[in-house]
């Protein structure tokens, strides 16, 4: 047997849902819309399978919440209906409440939140309230599960009696007359049941039920006579007629069952007057999320150390166990600390370096080289590697080998100058600082048979020896991979592919657990309500709703739970409108991009201004956006009307609260989990495969790495490379038609931070960090045409990699949210099409004021320029099309 389960927003349906269910159930969407349907079975009794309806205030047809509702509640399988209200709040719930009466379903009234009833003193008269509506009343308390499984067996009970639903006459007598002519006229056309429901309906003109009926026009005018009878006896439409009919009887229904407790302020009063403060809800707010957003995602909490040890050692190479728990959230162990001191002592010295070079002397001295080299990096020399190497040096020590000068790089791979300091290597203004190739040389030192015998037989430092060291999870797979006999591919397919990318996101996963703790108890808590209500003062003059905001606040960590946080925004549009846009926000990974350019722009130092602008233009692309966006037909309209109850302040249920955050954590690892899989694979592919067109390569197609001959910079000739050359000229007006910095982009894709690293590995520099000198003087050089720099192609460049599609893991969220593949790519399209205009924008203007170039192009950015600004100040078009679009699209 089907309950549905009824009733305003935040009257407690999904609290007595979970009670009830035990579970958070089955959680899906109702055809065609992405408003969420959840259905389980009553824990107590499995016979009995409840649906939880989206929180409504009315069964009008204006948005698709209403319109699941009220289908369901007239032609769905439910056998009766549990009407949840809030007790502490009965004007507005009962409004729902006369309209639910008139469905034809038996229906039960749960009078939730007794408990804050009791506590304010509100005496009730159950009996006459049951008698004035017709209907069963059992009082309840969800969040304390008191009375629950009562109210359950009741709806049940009335199930079973099959008793038509009577509604109340909740109309004036002239009303009920027009309505009753009305039943009269559709009596043979209407289903029995609904005939009352209907006959409303038709008088308030709703264009659903009138569209269900195929009146001639000769009926059509006589219900319009009707109608317009009781309008002008009225002086007011049918549908506003109905409304304060209803409100009006509700107040009497209540004027004589509840007697309320003389009035006192409580505690939520005297709260509420300061947390929603016209001058003080702000900042309280600001406060409020600045710790949240500090606690959870700043260096002093255990999200971040989780995730940054998930990252690093996890998902790296792996950690000592020794070095104990402090370790996790400094980082700074002792026996880590001794490794890196070691390795770095040991690529000081540069052994391999030294080796190398000597060997070359060695050459053009005349002795025999042959498998020397070999021997003297050979892991474990043979016998005769040993004495060919003991005669080498014995040889090379006697023809006095000695090479005088080599480049000695440190740690960073930085070249060091004569006092051992690094030579910063950048290309500034077109003016070149001295710049070293490899094999170059500054630092000269001396290096002979001794010093070759020492470098040949130092070793690398390995972890066993500095404690009891744990394999990460890469290192473990890829040795199990390979003691299997697993082909190279394979092993690079699953580390480089799969491990990497969907590790990197998993590893956020600790750090979203915490943000999510918080944020649900400030839900729970009845917090949130609160600042919607305060945010919605300032957004509403863009034409945003407040629940916008904190999706927003929230994307500037990451945009996955920024996007998740959509969830509470009940109206379609705002709700698709904000997914769209949070992306905009520089999420956390987007910080090394920043960093990179801030390095490119002015060598690292004095660019304290860039990290601050980036955040701007990612705000500014949100509000024109949606200034824009509210201007077209598919979104306009004023945002939905504030009305919201603001529950009273209480401490959540740990149940509840834990219930909350999993709820979040589960659905960001399913499905950004299954579309990152994927994504990753695909990049992976695309980067190791390719055509081997290198010098002495057959040209066949295959995995690079493995292909005769393959280059360092096999890259080069993969399919991304290709991809790239294919559709960089499609960033030529951005001034940056490189298949580099599109092959950059689309691996930012997997993640925003990717960017950064394969721009390393496309110089063949390697890993490297976003702070690396040669790295910027690198993409420096990548935007220098005829010895210029062309900064404006460099911020465009960035500008357009901060608000171009988001990291896969959103895209997935987002997907996720809306739930229709065709807003998705919409949401895509649009925002990769805003990141390219502003790119032009910039591009354009900086090249026409700096360098008087101006082109083609230079116009189309006027252009698109002067459209956007025509799309700012134009007049909002009227709000009723919403209504339209809304309906057309069901
Ligand atoms: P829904 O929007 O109808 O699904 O409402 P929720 O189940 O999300 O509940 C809204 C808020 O009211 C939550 O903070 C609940 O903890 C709280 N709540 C629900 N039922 C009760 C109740 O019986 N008593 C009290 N004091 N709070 C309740
Ligand atoms: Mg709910």
Same mark, same amino acid.
Do not use: P, Q
């Given at each position: 047997m089907h309950i549905a389960l009824a009733g305003n927003p935040n009257c407690g349906k999904t609290t007595l849902f979970n009670e009830l269910t035990g579970s958070n159930g089955y959680v899906g969407n109702w055809p065609g819309v992405t408003v969420e349907k959840k259905e389980a079975a009553c824990s107590k009794d499995k016979s009995v399978i409840l649906t939880d309806l989206p929180g409504i205030y009315s069964l009008s047809p204006y948005s698709p919440e209403e319109v699941v509702s009220r289908d369901y509640l007239l032609d769905g399988d439910a056998s009766s209906v549990i009407n949840l209200v809030d007790a502490t709040n009965l004007e507005r719930n009962l409004y729902l409440t006369t309209q639910i009466l008139e469905c034809g379903l038996p229906v039960v009234l749960g009078m939730n939140m007794n408990d804050l009833l009791e506590k304010r003193g509100d005496k009730v008269d159950g009996d006459l309230l049951s008698k004035k509506l017709g209907v069963p009343v059992v009082f309840t308390s969800a969040l304390r599960a008191k009375n629950v499984n009562e109210l359950v067996e009741t709806a049940k009970k009335a199930a079973e009696s099959n008793t038509e639903q009577k509604a109340p006459r909740v109309f004036s007598e002239k009303v009920e007359d027009a309505l009753v002519q009305i039943e009269g006229i559709i009596e043979g056309v209407s289903n029995k049941q609904h005939l009352r429901w209907n006959a409303i309906k038709i008088f308030e003109r709703d264009e659903m039920v009138l569209s269900r009926f195929d009146f001639d026009k000769e009926t059509k005018e006589c219900i319009e006579a009707i109608i317009a009878a009781c309008e002008t006896e009225f002086d007011d439409d049918s549908a506003s007629i109905i409304t304060s009919e209803r409100y009006e009887w509700i107040a009497g229904v209540i004027a004589e069952c509840v007697v309320p407790a003389p009035k006192k302020l409580s505690w939520t009063e005297k709260v509420d007057r300061v947390v929603t403060n016209r001058i003080l809800g702000l900042p309280i707010f600001i406060l409020v999320m600045t710790l949240v957003y500090y606690v959870s995602t700043s260096s002093v909490a255990a999200g971040t150390a989780a995730t940054d040890f998930v990252n690093d050692n996890i998902f790296g190479d792996g950690w000592y !166990? #020794? #070095? +104990?728990? !402090?370790y996790v959230f400094t980082h700074e162990g002792e026996h880590m600390g001794a490794y890196e001191d070691a390795v770095a002592d040991f690529e000081q010295q540069n052994y391999e370096g030294q080796i190398e070079s000597f060997i070359a002397a060695a050459e053009e001295k005349g002795l025999d080289t042959e498998g020397v080299e070999e021997a003297a990096t050979a892991e474990e020399p043979t016998a005769e590697q040993e004495e060919l190497l003991a005669s080498f040096v014995e040889a090379a020590a006697g023809k006095d080998v000695v090479v005088k000068d080599f480049a000695l790089k440190d740690a960073d791979d930085n070249f060091l100058d004569a006092d051992g300091e690094p030579v910063v290597t950048i290309v500034k203004d077109g003016e070149e600082v001295p710049q070293l190739e490899d094999g170059q040389k500054l630092m000269t030192i001396d290096i002979d048979a001794e010093e070759f015998v020492k470098a040949y037989e130092a070793e690398e430092p390995s972890h066993e020896e500095f404690g009891n060291w744990i394999n990460g999870l890469p290192v473990v797979i890829q040795n199990g991979l390979e003691n299997m006999g697993a082909s190279e591919a394979v092993v690079s397919l699953v580390i480089d592919g799969v491990v990497a990318g969907v590790g990197a996101v998993l590893g956020f996963l600790p750090q979203m657990f915490f943000l999510f703790c918080f944020l649900s108890f400030l839900e729970d808590c009845g917090y949130m309500s609160r600042v919607a209500f305060v945010m919605d003062r300032v957004f509403r003059k863009f +034409?945003? !709703? +407040?629940?916008s905001f904190i999706p927003m606040l929230v994307s500037a960590g990451c945009a996955v739970p920024g996007i998740m946080a959509t969830k509470t925004i009940e109206n379609e549009n705002d709700r698709r409108m904000t997914i769209m846009t949070v992306p905009f926000i520089p999420c956390g990974a987007k910080l090394p991009i920043i960093a990179l350019l801030m390095g490119a722009l002015v060598g690292g130092e004095g660019g304290w201004w860039v990290a601050p602008m980036f955040y701007f233009l990612g705000v500014f692309a949100v509000i024109i956006s949606g200034i824009m966006l509210k201007k077209t037909k598919r979104f306009a309209g004023d945002p939905t009307p504030f009305i919201m109850e603001l529950p009273e302040y209480h401490i959540p249920r740990f149940k509840s609260w834990l219930l909350h955050v999993w709820e979040r954590l589960r659905s960001f690892i399913a499905k950004a989990g299954t579309i990152i899989f994927a994504a990753s694979v695909l990049i992976w592919f695309l980067s190791s495969f390719g055509f081997a067109g290198w010098e002495g390569g057959t040209g066949a197609f295959g995995y690079l790495p493995s292909l005769p001959e393959a280059p360092e910079d096999f890259i080069e000739f993969s399919l991304l490379a290709g991809f790239g050359n294919a559709v960089k000229f499609l960033f030529a007006p951005l001034g940056f038609a490189k298949w580099k910095a599109v092959a950059a982009t689309v691996s930012g894709l997997i993640a925003k931070e990717n960017l950064v690293s394969t721009y390393a590995v496309l110089f063949g520099l390697g890993e490297l960090g976003e702070s690396a000198t040669v790295l910027w003087s690198q993409i420096n050089l990548e935007f220098t045409v005829n010895g210029v720099v062309h900064t404006g192609s460099l911020i465009a460049f960035m500008a357009f990699n901060m608000l171009c599609a988001p990291c896969f893991a959103a895209m997935g969220a987002m997907r996720n949210q809306l739930n229709n593949n065709r807003w998705w790519g919409f949401a895509i399209a649009y925002e990769t099409g805003f990141a390219w205009v502003i790119a032009l924008l910039i591009n354009q203007f900086y090249e026409l004021i700096v360098f008087g170039n101006f082109g083609f192009w230079t116009i189309v950015a006027f252009v698109a320029l002067g459209y956007m600004l025509y799309m700012l100040f134009k007049p909002a078009p009227q709000a009723e099309e919403k209504v339209e679009v809304v309906v057309e699209e069901l």
């Open positions: !166990s #020794d #070095d +104990g728990i !402090s +034409g945003l !709703s +407040g629940k």
